[in-house]
């Protein structure tokens, strides 16, 4: 792919075929969270008329060549070989799985970084419960030398979802984890890690006592349908955003008896982590 041809193609959907939704829609104005840095306010802003995106926060901004060298840290050279493979047609719901980077794994092992536990206690869940559901994995971006680190948490194919402060990935294929606790009644679908272990944390807790699927991305919601037959009653903790609606839409769809516990819960909030946050910074903990 050649510098023209990157700036024909368009930045929202590159975000969105790396998994990465709007916030919300103001006129041709798509709002995200910036999908290089933490930002609990959706501060990055794409002009879909001009095809350009800027970070309001940071005063930053540019094209999506820009925006590809910022989140994946790699040359102009590079981010056109991610720009190339990435630029293939968006569907609802049907993500490819082949959409993340390409990640070359070095090794993983068990939770003990500095900078990742750290981390995890920014988000208000306690190391020992994190040590318990993530490990930490080592790993290459894009056939460069640079190592980088994150948490990872294994899905049920074995892939890993990484996440760090920066960076949000998956090594291996893209799929769901499920959690057997042996309840044929109840289960609880989330829709990310972060927000699994949160629930543990405000509810004091170093296990469910419900099954559980966590989606790892709204894109796999479609794996989970033969799954809901099988329960009673399901409760949903996803984002509230258009992704997350969507998704619980779906659910509803497709089981009488699903309930949308974002709207009930943290109505106010993006998810529950962010409650989480908020909660224990009210309560000052």
């Known amino acids: 792919?050649?510098?023209?041809?990157?700036?024909?193609?368009?930045?929202?959907?590159?975000?969105?075929?790396?998994?990465?939704?709007?916030?919300?829609?103001?006129?041709?104005y798509l709002y995200y969270h910036a999908p290089y840095r933490e930002d609990k306010q959706p501060s990055f802003r794409i002009d879909t008329a001009l095809n350009l995106w800027y970070d309001i926060s940071a005063n930053e901004g540019g094209k999506l060549i820009d925006l590809v060298c910022k989140m994946y840290g790699c040359t102009v050279s590079e981010s056109l070989q991610i720009i190339d493979k990435e630029n293939k047609p968006v569907f609802s719901f049907s993500h490819s799985q082949n959409n993340a980077p390409t990640i070359a794994v070095k090794h993983v092992q068990s939770l003990q970084n500095k900078a990742l536990t750290q981390y995890v206690e920014s988000r208000k869940i306690p190391f020992d419960l994190a040590r318990k559901y993530v490990s930490e994995i080592y790993y290459n971006l894009n056939e460069t030398n640079k190592q980088y680190f994150g948490l990872a948490f294994k899905n049920d194919l074995g892939g890993y979802e990484i996440r760090?402060?920066?960076?949000?990935?998956?090594?291996?294929?893209?799929s769901i984890k499920t959690i057997k606790n042996g309840n044929s009644i109840r289960l609880t679908i989330f829709e990310g890690f972060i927000d699994f272990l949160s629930i543990l944390a405000y509810y004091k807790s170093d296990k469910p006592n419900v099954d559980v699927i966590i989606l790892n991305s709204t894109s796999q919601i479609k794996q989970v349908v033969n799954i809901l037959a099988g329960y009673e009653k399901i409760n949903l903790f996803l984002d509230n955003?258009?992704?997350?609606?969507?998704?619980?839409?779906?659910?509803?769809?497709k089981h009488g008896n699903a309930k949308n516990?974002?709207?009930?819960?943290?109505?106010?909030?993006?998810?529950?982590?962010?409650?989480?946050?908020?909660?224990?910074k009210r309560l000052n903990l």
């Open 261 to 280: 516990q974002s709207k009930i819960m943290y109505p106010d909030f993006k998810d529950f982590n962010e409650f989480l946050i908020i909660d224990q």
């Open 1 to 28: 792919m050649t510098t023209n041809e990157a700036k024909a193609v368009s930045i929202a959907d590159f975000l969105q075929n790396v998994g990465i939704e709007p916030k919300r829609q103001y006129g041709k």
């Open 164 to 174: 760090n402060k920066y960076f949000k990935g998956c090594t291996g294929q893209k």
């Open 241 to 253: 955003d258009t992704a997350g609606e969507n998704a619980a839409e779906f659910i509803q769809s």
